[in-house]
């Protein structure tokens, strides 16, 4: 349960922090021993500006797969250039010419390359900074403007965009909770723990980890006067769920006490998992 004080009175008197939601999964999928997501119905610094285009930035485009290409750069002896991750994809024959691609380094080309400003992909999103060439990539990793992926489990959703979007998606397709002005989803799958088969619930926010620290939730699921519960900080949507998953971050349930709570002749595993979100001070 939520800690108490102010905080607690907070989530007592408004009724749009409360989480009630019910999981229905087939026995054959509660037998499942692997570790397939199973799907349920729950759901560095850069200068401010425009940079200079010119040819050189088209000549660092790998012509196989179109990516800018980042050292080494390949050439063959005709001087037609691709990236090192497509060098091995054109089993070592330049896709231009056909020539024998061997080891020849385009020093030039890495070396101009350096000169170069570029902006992050993300511009179309937000972000309008610009960066030098070979520090592009890590900017991007950490971009804040980078696109969310839907929080769904595994590759079942490949949907991603900017919070509103995700938003809207969810609503439509998933399940998403409106709490003190911010967006929440429960996630629920069904994994090995070693060799024992679980099942674990976890809250996802929609923001990133400094967000999502503002906020604690718990969660509850039991039946014939026995429960388990947990209480937590809500996990940003930037994190993978293999990753929360891998990290037990969440309400974890052994399949046979998951099978007990269910009841009747346990042909359908069926639970009902009821939460509080509440605001940290």
């Known amino acids: 349960m939520a800690p108490g004080g102010s905080a607690l009175k907070e989530v007592l008197e408004s009724t749009s922090t409360g989480m009630d939601y019910e999981v229905k999964i087939a026995k054959a999928e509660a037998n499942n021993n692997n570790n397939k997501p199973t799907k349920s119905g729950i759901a560095g610094s850069g200068k401010y500006g425009m940079h200079s285009n010119n040819g050189v930035y088209e ?17 063959c002896p005709n001087g037609h250039t691709l990236c090192s991750n497509c060098k091995a994809r054109v089993q070592n024959t330049c896709p231009t010419c056909r020539y024998e691609l061997g080891n020849i380094r385009c020093l030039a080309l890495e070396k101009v390359a350096e000169s170069l ?4 992909r993300y511009q179309s999103l937000g972000c309008h ?43 439509d397709d998933h399940k998403v909770f409106n709490c003190f002005g911010r967006q929440f989803c429960l996630h629920f799958e069904a994994f090995q723990l ?30 014939h ?26 309400l974890i349930i052994p399949r046979n006490l998951a099978l007990y709570f269910s009841g009747g002749d346990r042909q359908e595993l069926k639970l009902r998992v009821t939460g509080r979100i509440w605001k940290e001070e």
């Open 59 to 75: 000549l660092l485009e790998c012509p196989v797969c179109t990516n800018l290409m980042y050292p080494p750069i390949h050439q």
């Open 117 to 120: 400003e570029v902006p992050c």
């Open 129 to 171: 900074d610009i960066f030098p060439y070979y520090s592009k990539l890590k900017h991007e990793q950490h971009c804040r403007f980078r696109p969310y992926a839907c929080p769904y489990a595994g590759s079942e959703c490949s949907v991603t965009g900017d919070i509103p979007t995700l938003v809207v998606h969810l609503k």
């Open 194 to 223: 070693g060799m024992a088969p679980v099942y674990m619930a976890f809250l996802r926010f929609m923001g990133d980890e400094n967000e999502s620290k503002k906020f604690s939730y718990s969660l509850e699921v039991g039946a």
């Open 225 to 250: 006067g026995r429960k388990l519960t947990w209480q937590g900080i809500p996990r940003s949507i930037r994190d993978s769920h293999r990753k929360v998953r891998d990290s037990q971050d969440g």
